[in-house]
């Protein structure tokens, strides 16, 4: 009984906790790319293209995806649904500021229910090379964000980024 009651005390003190416990995450990384903005931009804007560069979508090379809309343009939308690594969702362009960012909300559904907004940005360094920036934000509700207390879910986040910018730098740059 001591036992059970140990492990209750437990439970309700990481409850507690994650009442304090911060919800939101954010994660932003960028790169320099030898191309210019009008360029870059005009590959970055199509949700089509993320496949070739993005590390999720190498996570799972039989995950399925259906586009409604037209790329490039506010309202399209990626759905996918895939194995455990990637899970179900959708990613919908919000905005796009021509050459200069490409805003997306991404609805999770699987593993678990979240909701995203993300933003690519792009600035000129030189008349050949651009700055490149993509940044997330999302909340992780109570009592979920307990896990932040385990995992540090914005790094994660922002290696997967990098890894998708080093990706597009690489295909950009052939």
């Not at 997330?136 to 207390?149: D, T």
Request: proline share 3%; glycine share 8%; aromatic share 10%.
């Amino acid at each position: 009984m001591i036992v059970l009651y140990i492990i209750g005390g437990l439970i309700a003190a990481l409850l507690l906790i994650a009442l304090v416990i911060p919800k939101e995450i954010s994660a932003t990384k960028e790169i320099v790319i030898n191309k210019p903005v009008a360029e870059l931009f005009g590959f970055i804007k199509y949700l089509k293209n993320q496949q070739q560069y993005s590390k999720w979508a190498s996570l799972d090379p039989s995950m399925k995806n259906e586009f409604r809309g037209t790329d490039g343009q506010p309202g399209f939308v990626n759905y996918w649904v895939g194995n455990k690594k990637v899970g179900e969702g959708e990613q919908e362009i919000t905005g796009i500021v021509e050459g200069k960012s490409l805003s997306t909300d991404l609805r999770f559904i699987k593993p678990f229910k979240s909701i995203a907004k993300s933003v690519m940005t792009t600035e000129a360094v030189d008349a050949g090379s651009t700055r490149v920036t993509w940044g997330f934000e999302s909340k992780m509700n109570y009592p979920m964000n307990i896990m932040k207390l385990f995992m540090n879910m914005s790094e994660m986040i922002g290696k997967d980024f990098l890894i998708g910018l080093t990706n597009l730098k690489q295909i950009l740059e052939k």
